[in-house]
């Protein structure tokens, strides 16, 4: 796990470690299991997001505020839909882990929140690469707090303090990149044309990036009705076997469509608000 790629190019060996020897073990193979985890580490990750929110502007409700749309968003959304977005929820509970420790380490010290951010960002780079730009946002949340210090102040000197309290961060994803770059023979990304994820720096590659605009916006609501269930939800048709084949996209489209609903008006709502009575 730690000395290759896997088939499609990630290197994600805490993934792998907790999906082989932490979940399969304790939940094993029943599918329904792992739907409840996913919503469970979900659930968790939006309480990180509370409290880094609530860190950061030291308000409760704009910290509840956070939470409900993080808690809403489109991607974190359908990553509760099962096991198959664990690196995301996996990445993201140590993402969070790590900045929260870096904001106590800006307040309380060095010591042992600093080591304890390192440690959570090392783990959230074997969960997923994403991760790599977590020193990026770790500048930014240092310079929040500096600044908060220090309104008046110059921008210039509170911006290099912050990159240095944020150096052995960047320094771990220099680190981590020459690796993942010696794991590709000198790329980061796959050489073979072919690859799902190969990356080729054209127009047309760049212009086929946009289609994640509406991800990132967080604009889609559902899937149009004309194009069928999700390819998320497509898994969930092994949990029905029982219902007729043509039935079977019909009723998982309105179980996407409920199951949206309920998160919005139920689960989310509820959640927020015991985080705002916290």
């Known amino acids: 796990l730690l000395f290759h790629y896997d088939d499609r190019a990630n290197f994600r060996p805490l993934t792998y470690g907790i999906a082989s020897w932490l979940m399969v073990p ?3 193979l029943p599918t329904w299991v792992y739907h409840l985890l996913a919503a469970l580490i979900h659930c968790l990750n939006t309480y990180l997001a509370f409290l ?4 950061l502007t030291g308000q409760k409700t704009t910290a509840s505020l956070t939470a409900y749309f993080f ?4 991607v ?5 839909y099962g096991m198959v977005c664990l690196p995301d ?3 993201v509970f140590f993402a969070m882990l790590s900045l929260l420790a870096l904001c106590r380490s800006r307040e309380s010290g060095t010591f042992p929140w600093l080591p304890l951010s390192l440690m959570a960002f090392l783990a959230a780079l074997g969960c997923k690469e994403t991760a790599v730009v977590i020193p990026l946002i770790g500048t930014a949340v240092a310079w ?3 600044r908060l210090s220090s309104l008046s102040g110059p921008l210039l000197p509170t911006i290099r303090q912050a990159i240095y309290h944020t150096r052995f961060h960047w320094l771990m994803a220099l680190i981590y990149l020459g690796y993942f770059a010696y794991l590709g023979g000198g790329s980061i990304f796959p050489q073979d044309p072919a690859h799902p994820y190969a990356v080729s720096f054209s127009w047309k590659g760049i212009l086929a990036k946009f289609s994640y605009l509406q991800w990132w916006t967080n604009l889609p609501a559902f899937y149009d009705a004309s194009r069928g269930p999700s390819p998320v939800m497509e ?7 029982f219902l007729p084949k043509q039935a079977k996209a019909a009723y998982l489209l309105k179980l996407e469509i409920v199951s949206r609903w309920a998160a919005v008006f139920v689960w989310i709502p509820v959640l927020a608000f015991l985080l705002y009575r916290t």
């Open 26 to 28: 304790v939940g094993g």
């Open 76 to 80: 974190l959304f359908h990553a509760t």
């Open 235 to 241: 898994r969930l048709t092994e949990i029905f076997p």
């Open 71 to 74: 808690g809403l968003h489109w």
């Open 52 to 55: 880094l929110a609530r860190r």
């Open 89 to 91: 929820l996996s990445y």
């Open 144 to 146: 929040h707090r500096i």
